[in-house]
């Protein structure tokens, strides 16, 4: 069923997105390779937009991290509750919608508080992604990193995205010039998963498949020790997803 939020419509039960993250859950090599693409920038008090049903959070917990996380889906938070108690008692899973009309108001309580605020595979759900990245800035401390990975190059635009209502897909410039918009002070900028191209396009645009194979995943998985050699012998010029990571102004 789909939802209308305050700021955009979305899957209230997304069941392609779900399975999606689960099949992703079961790629362990793949999600700690994305984790160390993103953990060194991440310091401090950090917020987890869109966590899902906690790919990434787990990791960065166990690596001992400040974390809070958030989902706009309730069933999702549920699933957070479940798998992260101590989060749960602590207030550290809230609902999130990153364009709330009333954004500054609904969310006061925790404006100017994050050291570190990321969304992996978030930004391309929403039309509006220039307020998406300001209410972001909104939750940074000054001097806080915002860190941004969203799906690369609008030509791999295929069932996957559609199933997971995708509005876009970015290149490094697009999203670059999307920070620049916000004002934050772009730090770096990279492509991400060059390997995974080939299989998007394979299973999403050929075979039409709704969401990613299991089978394929954990292919995938057992690869990611050769894929990560690909991104560093093609230098991050090219890759499924892209990354951004800017600080807010002091």
């Given at each position: 069923m789909k939802k209308e939020s305050s700021g955009f419509d979305y899957k209230e039960i997304d069941d392609e997105g779900l399975e999606t993250l689960r099949v992703i859950a079961e790629a362990v090599k793949f999600n700690e390779w994305m984790y160390s693409a993103i953990s060194k920038y991440c310091t401090g008090n950090i917020l987890e937009i869109g966590s899902g049903i906690g790919n990434i959070s787990e990791i960065f917990l166990k690596n001992k991290h400040e974390l809070t996380v958030s989902d706009i889906r309730a069933n999702y938070r549920s699933f957070?509750?479940?798998?992260?108690?101590?989060?749960?008692?602590?207030?550290?899973?809230?609902?999130?919608?990153?364009?709330?009309?009333?954004?500054?108001?609904?969310?006061?309580?925790?404006?100017?508080?994050?050291?570190?605020?990321?969304?992996?595979?978030?930004?391309?759900?929403?039309?509006?992604?220039?307020?998406?990245?300001?209410?972001?800035?909104?939750?940074?401390?000054?001097?806080?990193?915002?860190?941004?990975?969203?799906p690369a190059f609008?030509?791999?635009?295929?069932?996957?995205?559609?199933?997971?209502?995708?509005?876009r897909r970015y290149t490094r410039p697009k999203l670059e010039d999307l920070f620049n918009q916000n004002h934050l002070d772009i730090k770096r900028s990279f492509y991400f998963n060059a390997?995974?191209?080939?299989?998007?396009?394979?299973?999403?645009?050929?075979?039409k498949h709704k969401t990613i194979p299991g089978g394929q995943m954990k292919f995938f998985n057992?690869?990611?020790?050769?894929?990560?050699?690909?991104?560093?012998?093609?230098?991050?010029?090219?890759?499924?997803?892209v990354v951004c990571v800017g600080s807010k102004k002091t």
């Open positions: 957070l509750a479940s798998k992260f108690p101590n989060l749960a008692s602590s207030g550290k899973i809230i609902d999130l919608d990153l364009v709330h009309p009333d954004f500054v108001n609904q969310y006061a309580a925790i404006l100017n508080s994050f050291d570190t605020v990321f969304a992996l595979n978030v930004v391309e759900h929403i039309e509006d992604d220039r307020l998406a990245i300001a209410n972001c800035i909104h939750l940074l401390k000054p001097g806080g990193k915002l860190i941004i990975l969203v609008q030509s791999l635009y295929n069932q996957f995205d559609k199933e997971l209502y995708h509005f390997a995974g191209i080939p299989a998007w396009f394979i299973s999403g645009k050929m075979q057992l690869m990611v020790p050769i894929f990560k050699l690909a991104d560093i012998l093609l230098m991050h010029k090219v890759g499924l997803s």
